[in-house]
């Protein structure tokens, strides 16, 4: 395969006829993880302030939430995953300052935590509405 001679590749960046262009991703990702030995510790007037905090936690970090379900035993998520990010990255910090956050706080008896792993599972974009939907629709 040969490329036009004005196409010079930098990095993510590449230059085409002078005009530069750059990554664009849409990678959609529900996320999923459960509580410690599924324990149903997230009690009913901890759901929403964990649910703030971790909306509040993801957007300090860029993290792009489009949508976001704590129950009483796990936690749905569906993320906008941008190229400068990777999955296992922001799992890792979402359910590690929630960890900590929760037991600084003392917001449950005893520790608390959450499952090793997680399930994450791509969505395309013809999809979105009914993820979110599902996502929303936890409670009800």
Same mark, same amino acid.
């Given at each position: 395969? @040969?490329?036009?001679?004005?196409?010079?590749?930098?990095?993510?960046?590449? &230059?085409?006829?002078? @005009?530069?262009?750059?990554?664009? @991703?849409?990678?959609?990702?529900?996320?999923?993880?459960? @509580?410690?030995?599924?324990?149903?510790?997230?009690?009913?007037?901890?759901?929403?302030?964990?649910?703030?905090?971790?909306?509040?936690?993801?957007?300090?970090?860029?993290?792009?939430?489009?949508?976001?379900? %704590?129950?009483?035993?796990?936690?749905?998520?569906? %993320?906008?995953?941008? +190229?400068?990010?990777?999955?296992?990255?922001? &799992?890792?910090?979402?359910?590690?300052? +929630?960890?900590?956050?929760?037991?600084?706080?003392?917001? &449950?008896?005893?520790?608390?935590?959450?499952?090793?792993?997680?399930?994450?599972? +791509? %969505? +395309?974009?013809?999809?979105?509405?009914?993820?979110?939907?599902?996502?929303?629709?936890?409670?009800?």
């Amino acid at each position: 395969m @040969t490329f036009p001679s004005t196409m010079i590749n930098h990095g993510a960046r590449e &230059v085409l006829g002078g @005009t530069m262009l750059y990554s664009l @991703t849409k990678i959609y990702i529900h996320i999923v993880w459960r @509580t410690k030995w599924r324990e149903i510790s997230l009690h009913t007037e901890l759901r929403p302030r964990l649910r703030d905090h971790l909306a509040c936690y993801a957007a300090a970090k860029d993290i792009q939430l489009e949508e976001l379900s %704590v129950q009483p035993d796990h936690v749905h998520l569906l %993320v906008s995953l941008p +190229s400068n990010q990777q999955l296992d990255w922001v &799992v890792k910090m979402l359910k590690g300052e +929630s960890f900590h956050w929760i037991n600084q706080q003392k917001l &449950v008896d005893g520790t608390f935590g959450w499952q090793r792993g997680y399930g994450a599972f +791509s %969505v +395309s974009r013809s999809h979105l509405g009914r993820v979110r939907a599902y996502i929303k629709n936890q409670d009800t």
